[in-house]
């Protein structure tokens, strides 16, 4: 007889992926679908025809493979799904359409403070308040019955029919939610939007099985349960708190993707006075965790600026790649003065509004790429230095295998212990410890060493030209 086994279903930014477990955390299968870009009603949308196509065939594949018992989405914080009538009531937007200056304008006058939510103003739709704004204009009025669902909390719904929001979610720099008091901002109170959101639930908890439709689409048991599901960055910190070097210290998670999020999670008897003055203008935030206690992050996007400096995307990041090589390049391609300004991602990170250029670029696209290893750790570096990150800091994500990074940053960082851990399951084993929180680490962790050279000077010259 098959056992029984999880299905973690990730959609991210980029990529959507599936991943099937079993109980003891061992890896059964994976599939990873590049996500597309569509046209909504007036605005770029999100693909969730096309996400739910490969998630029912995906399914139906897992289902042969053992008894799926249950299903944890996870999902990036920067979309909700609005539904109605037991359906999709208009395709979610995509964060990355550009809201008019007008709309900007009239929306910047309703939002919370930073200092009550933690979320700072972000460009394009990063504050989800503002997608909302948007889409009441377009779409409203709306009917009685729509509700707003955050992203991982939405495929909840559609698997089981159970609407809930939950707070990792609604406390990712949305607007929606006052990060420290933990409930629905004055602006989600003041326009309908907070009593449109479903009941508040907590991440691990099971909001019953999924549908007659699904079971008949899939193949997969009627037993199987649908967890609420969680913000994908707080997956990888639930990841890191399962080792034990983490879990009762004062410790940085910094996950790698698309977006760079780094998230210092205070020890656990550390008073509320110990978390930083944040500066909002930088890209900091305070993201939530999923017991609701306040995070303080920074973020860049380090993924996307990768593709635009060197060509290459999380999938590639390691295709023909030989870390010895471009470290022993190192020394000479410093000493060549050869670097990445910011910001290829304008309008985000801890240099919002620096114009991202090469300084005495190499012709070698592997020089490039160690370069880029470079500038990913300086931007790190300053993005810790911001929310105070002291004592250890654990390197997840794809960008965790790119030693140039990793070591660089090991390098500006020597007062704290810097460690890596498997770079693909971090995100799906901190989805399954809500459900065996006693789940042991899928591998331990690995001290990173420093480079067998100093980057103070390169450090110190890089930062004054950002200033």
């Not at 594949?61 to 944890?72: C, N, P, T, Y």
């Not at 890596?420 to 809500?434: E, F, I, K, M, W």
Request: hydrophobic share 40%; with cysteine.
């Amino acid at each position: 007889m098959r056992g029984s086994a999880t299905v973690v279903l990730d959609v991210g930014k980029t990529n959507a992926k599936l991943s099937l477990w079993t109980r003891d955390g061992q890896a059964l299968a994976r599939r990873v679908r590049r996500n597309a870009e569509v046209a909504g009603p007036g605005y770029r949308a999100l693909d969730v025809g096309g996400i739910e196509a490969w998630l029912r065939e995906t399914l139906r594949e897992f289902a042969g493979l053992a008894d799926v018992r249950a299903i944890i989405p996870v999902g990036h914080g920067a979309a909700a799904a609005l539904v109605s009538g037991g359906a999709l009531f208009t395709p979610p937007m995509d964060y990355e359409d550009e809201a008019s200056e007008a709309d900007q304008a009239d929306y910047a006058r309703q939002r919370d403070d930073f200092e009550v939510t933690g979320s700072p103003r972000l460009p394009q739709g990063l504050n989800l308040g503002l997608q909302l704004h948007r889409l009441e204009a377009t779409t409203g009025p709306w009917p009685d019955d729509l509700t707003i669902l955050p992203w991982p909390q939405y495929w909840a719904w559609r698997l089981s029919g159970v609407a809930a929001s939950e707070a990792s979610s609604l406390g990712c720099h949305s607007d929606l939610w006052r990060a420290y008091q933990g409930r629905p901002s004055r602006l989600a109170v003041g326009r309908g939007w907070a009593a449109r959101m479903g009941p508040l639930r907590h991440a691990g908890e099971a909001l019953g099985p999924i549908t007659p439709e699904w079971v008949r689409l899939t193949g997969l048991s009627p037993d199987c349960q649908v967890h609420c599901g969680l913000h994908d960055s707080n997956a990888a910190l639930l990841a890191a708190r399962g080792h034990p070097a983490i879990a009762h210290q004062d410790a940085t998670i910094l996950s790698t993707g698309t977006w760079f999020v780094a998230m210092r999670s205070p020890a656990p008897d550390a008073p509320p006075g110990c978390l930083p003055t944040l500066d909002e203008a930088r890209d900091c935030l305070t993201n939530v965790d999923v017991s609701g206690r306040p995070i303080p992050s920074a973020r860049f996007m380090g993924g996307r600026e990768a593709e635009l400096i060197a060509g290459l995307d999380t999938f590639h990041l390691t295709e023909d790649y030989d870390p010895e090589t471009l470290l022993q390049r190192l020394p000479g391609l410093i000493a060549a003065g050869s670097c990445v300004l910011p910001s290829f991602a304008p309008g985000v990170g801890p240099f919002p509004d620096h114009p991202g250029r090469w300084v005495n670029p190499p012709d070698d696209r592997g020089d490039k790429r160690a370069v880029l290893g470079l500038y990913l750790a300086l931007m790190a570096d300053v993005a810790l230095d911001l929310i105070g990150s002291r004592e250890r800091l654990l390197v997840e994500g794809r960008f965790a295998e790119a030693q140039v990074f990793v070591r660089a940053l090991a390098t500006l960082r020597p007062d704290q212990a810097v460690y890596v851990s498997n770079a693909q399951d971090d995100v799906p084993y901190g989805a399954l410890r809500l459900l065996n929180p006693s789940l042991p680490p899928p591998s331990p962790l690995v001290a990173v060493a420093p480079l067998p050279f100093s980057l103070d000077d390169y450090r110190r010259g890089w930062r004054a030209a950002v200033v």
